[in-house]
C-alpha cells in the first residue's frame, strides 16, 4: 500500500518553466522526503524536510510542507530538459518509508 | 562517490522458474531495503534489515521469496518460482542507521518472466 499520493500523475512543460507536483498523506509522518528517478534506473535523493518544518530549499527545488493538511509541494524552477523523470513522495513514519505513486515530468526543449 | 551495487541488471526468465538477485550496499550502512516498483508505480518496500534481521518483511510473499543478509553485509532476494506478476524492478537501498533519514539506491534489476 502507498501512503503519498502525487498530483498530477504527469505533466508536461517547456524548458524555463516551473514545475509543481503535490503529495498528499494520510497518518503523521517524521519526515517527508523526494526522490527523482530517471527511466530505467534507481532513485536519487533530492531533498528531506522534517515534520517541524514548513519550507526549504536546494538548489532549483523548494519544498513546502503542511501537517495540519497532510500534503506537501515540490517546485522545480526554471526547468531544464534533464528534468525529465519521475518524482516520488516518501513518507517517513516509525522506521519505515513509503512511496507514493510518482509524477512523471516531461520537459520540452 | 560510495554506490549501491545491484546485479543482474536484467533478467528474463520463464514462469516456474527460481531466480536470484543480489545487493551490495554502501560500506557502513547498517540498514538495507528491498523495494519491488511495477511499472509506472512507485516502489513497494518487501523486506527491511537491520544488520542482519529482518526489521520488517510484512509484503514479502513468503510463499515464493526469500531473503537474506548472513553477515549483515551484502544480501540475496529469491523468488522461487516465479510468476508472471513477478515481472518488476526490484531495488535494492541503504542507510546509514535506523532513524528513517535518506536512503541510497542501486540502480535495480529489471526481471521479466515470460
Known amino acids: 500500500s502507498q501512503q503519498g499520493e502525487e498530483d498530477p500523475q504527469a505533466l508536461s512543460i517547456q524548458e524555463g518553466e516551473n514545475a509543481t507536483m503535490n503529495c498528499s498523506y494520510k497518518?503523521?509522518?517524521?519526515?517527508l522526503q523526494w526522490y527523482r528517478q530517471n527511466s530505467g534506473r534507481g532513485l536519487v535523493h533530492l531533498i528531506l524536510i522534517r515534520s517541524n518544518e514548513r519550507e526549504k530549499h536546494s538548489g532549483r527545488l523548494r519544498v513546502t510542507l503542511d501537517t495540519s493538511k497532510k500534503s506537501s509541494s515540490l517546485l522545480i524552477t526554471a526547468s531544464r530538459a534533464a528534468d525529465t523523470a519521475s518524482y516520488f513522495c516518501?513518507?517517513?513514519?516509525?522506521?519505515?518509508?513509503?512511496f507514493g505513486g510518482g509524477t512523471r515530468v516531461l520537459v520540452k526543449p | 562517490e560510495a554506490e549501491v551495487a545491484q546485479s543482474p541488471r536484467y533478467k528474463i526468465t520463464e514462469k516456474s522458474q527460481a531466480v536470484a538477485f543480489w545487493c551490495d550496499p554502501i560500506?557502513?550502512?547498517?540498514?538495507l531495503y528491498w523495494y519491488r516498483q511495477i511499472l509506472g508505480q512507485g516502489p513497494e518496500l518487501l523486506v527491511q534489515f537491520q544488520d542482519e534481521s529482518v526489521v520488517d518483511d510484512s509484503q514479502l510473499p513468503k510463499d515464493r521469496f526469500s531473503a537474506e543478509r548472513l553477515k549483515g553485509v551484502d544480501s540475496t532476494l529469491k523468488i522461487q518460482p516465479a510468476e508472471l506478476g513477478d515481472s518488476a524492478m526490484y531495488l535494492c537501498?541503504?542507510?546509514?542507521?535506523?532513524?528513517?533519514?535518506?536512503?541510497?539506491f542501486g540502480e535495480g534489476s529489471r526481471l521479466t518472466v515470460l
Open positions: 516518501a513518507t517517513a513514519g516509525g522506521n519505515k518509508l513509503t
Open positions: 537501498a541503504s542507510s546509514p542507521g535506523q532513524v528513517t533519514g535518506e536512503l541510497f
Open positions: 560500506s557502513g550502512h547498517a540498514t
Open positions: 497518518t503523521s509522518i517524521n519526515n
